[in-house]
């Protein structure tokens, strides 16, 4: 700034703040001046994205929460992650995305949340809805990355009918039949049974609706199942293309981005095979990295879309800039 302009403004500056200005009765001034109530929660949360000619709008169904010690490494090693990424000790807060992608002929839900079966912090989902512009009746397909209650639940309403109406469910054949098997439900322990929930509530409100898919299978123009076993035994990440536009919407991935970007051979309790869950994340994180594939992630902070790069042996998280259209 040359010093005749800067001169100038100071001059203007003084100005505005001199003389009458002053002389105002501090009576006059209104004294609730932006006093307001706190909101005491998180606006409804609705984010939107084109990927070639299609849209992707990201709704954040809420948090779930989940101790620390379902991380399958040394508790220590596990604090001293969440505290370098600026996460508190315990419980970790998990948010919850769900995708819907406007491919032009149809609407498709990637995931559907938790609705309010995990708790009161999720199940936001009809409001991120409403707040988008759709019914959930125009909804023709939603595709199911796997059956844990904080993807399915959210298919069906407190009172157990199908919350999309018209639309078809599509599941990984290998989830249908690991989660709705009585053999298999017979072989976990009593406090797991509950996992078992979602996919008898989603059953019993689709029925002939739920058409399952092999894992790779192509599901409609533009998204395909890519196979990503190991966190559930039909463990599917779901490819969107549009002309050269490119997204990889890949479920439960990953879980807790503080620590298992840095440390990705970290596990969870709950995925079903450790080892193969642990080189699924390895195998799709290299892939997006040596194909420029942003990722969609569930359980990532809001919208949870990005791309990876690799710093040393951690993975880097860079949040895909908004786009304004
Ligand atoms: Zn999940």
Request: hydrophobic share 45%.
């Amino acid at each position: 700034m040359s010093d005749s302009v800067s001169t100038v403004r100071r001059r203007m500056l003084f100005a505005g703040t001199s003389g009458a200005a002053l002389s105002i009765c501090p009576a006059l001034i209104p004294s609730a001046f932006g006093k307001a109530p706190m909101a005491g929660s998180q606006a409804i949360s609705v984010h939107r994205m084109k990927l070639g000619n299609f849209e992707i709008t990201t709704m954040l169904d809420g948090f779930i929460e989940v101790p620390p010690s379902v991380l399958q490494a040394d508790p220590e090693l596990v604090k001293t992650l969440l505290t370098a990424g600026d996460w508190p000790p315990a419980p970790m807060r998990l948010p919850v995305n769900t995708f819907l992608v406007n491919t032009g002929e149809k609407l498709v839900l990637l995931d559907a949340g938790g609705a309010k079966m995990l708790g009161p912090t999720a199940g936001r989902l009809p409001q991120c809805l409403a707040a988008a512009g759709i019914a959930p009746g125009q909804i023709d397909e939603v595709y199911i990355t796997h059956m844990h209650g904080d993807h399915l639940h959210g298919t069906v309403t407190p009172e157990g009918t199908a919350m999309f109406p018209n639309a078809i469910l599509r599941i990984a054949k290998a989830d249908m039949d690991y989660w709705t098997s009585p053999e298999e439900e017979a072989k976990v322990p009593e406090n797991q049974k509950a996992r078992f929930i979602p996919a008898k509530r989603a059953v019993a409100a689709y029925g002939a609706r739920i058409r399952p898919f092999s894992l790779g299978e192509e599901l409609s123009t533009g998204i395909r199942s890519v196979d990503a076993a190991g966190h559930t035994p039909g463990h599917s990440c779901f490819m969107v293309l549009s002309g050269s536009a490119r997204m990889l919407a890949i479920g439960d991935t990953i879980h807790v981005a503080p620590v298992q970007f840095p440390r990705p051979e970290i596990t969870v309790a709950f995925d079903w095979d450790q080892a193969k869950a642990r080189a699924t994340r390895l195998s799709i994180f290299d892939t997006a990295i040596k194909e420029g594939i942003p990722l969609a992630a569930v359980h990532l902070p809001f919208p949870g879309i990005g791309r990876l790069r690799k710093n040393g042996d951690a993975y880097v998280f860079d949040p895909m800039p908004w786009q304004l259209f």
